[in-house]
């Protein structure tokens, strides 16, 4: 018993704990990420007229969940830099295929959590904010739809990375998509990066509306975002999924 005592907190014991608190972690983080986007958004739009029953589930449900949303999010964040300071964690980082797919996964993830500071939780203050005040009987904010509108399209767009972030970090290892023993070429390793930074910078840019049609619904690229409850996401999510596994198919082999 205290040889097992002594394991669990040598090196090779604080990096499970912290493998198991990250992934823990990353699970409240993107669970309530699915919960709002496949379910609060549809059920809040089916509220219909029924804006002071949507303005007390706001204030009520969401402004809890959103606080646990966005801490889970930061201490995932966290816990994998935290991770990424164990020894042998870089070991062959940027050669292997396994080590490039890791990274991209940090990076959608980085990407991820930043959309949820600077961009969903800073909009949705306004419109918890609105609710609050319209509940109290104030005047409604006219910012506060367009605040939603952006806080959506970027919570939207964190579930189409979080398909493939996802497979980058579950996946990475598996040597059926991946080189796990030998290195990859400069040139294989760059041809990677380019189409995935490539890819990855359009979608940013887009769900933070810097593209001409902005936040314009179901204009462009927002299309993902939009449409008839939540298919054109689940479409957008995967078809980057399957993007990812064909280059580090093509390239990572």
């Known amino acids: 018993m205290t040889a097992t005592a002594v394991g669990l907190f040598s090196s090779q014991g604080w990096n499970t704990i912290l493998r198991a608190a990250h992934i823990l972690a990353g699970i409240t983080w993107i669970g309530l990420l699915y919960f709002f986007n496949l379910v609060q958004v549809p059920a809040y739009a089916a509220f219909g007229d029924e804006a002071k029953a949507r303005n007390l589930a706001l204030d009520k ?12 999010a930061f201490s995932t964040f966290v816990l994998g830099i935290l991770l990424t300071t164990q020894k042998g964690f870089f070991d ?20 991820m959590m930043l959309n949820v500071w600077g961009v969903i939780w800073r909009n949705q203050k306004v419109v918890l904010a609105n609710a609050a005040n319209l509940l109290a009987g104030g005047e409604a904010n006219p910012d506060a739809p367009a605040a939603g509108r952006r806080a959506l399209m970027a919570s939207r767009q964190n579930v189409v990375f979080s398909f493939a972030m996802l497979f980058c970090m579950v996946f990475a290892g598996h040597d059926i998509y991946t080189n796990t023993t030998g290195e990859v070429s400069s040139g294989k390793a760059g041809g990677f990066w380019a189409v995935s930074f490539i890819v990855v910078a ?5 769900a933070l509306g810097f593209m001409p ?27 980057l999924l399957v993007i990812v596994v064909a280059l580090a198919q093509l390239f990572l082999r």
């Open 92 to 111: 062959n980082a940027g050669k292997s295929g396994t080590t490039i797919l890791i990274s991209l996964g940090m990076l959608l993830g980085t990407i």
């Open 213 to 239: 049609w902005k936040t314009a619904p179901n204009k462009g690229l927002n299309a993902m975002y939009d449409g008839k409850g939540v298919k054109n996401v689940l479409i957008a999510a995967t078809a």
């Open 61 to 72: 449900l969401s402004r809890r969940a959103l606080w646990w949303f966005r801490w889970a």
């Open 202 to 206: 359009v979608m940013e840019l887009n």
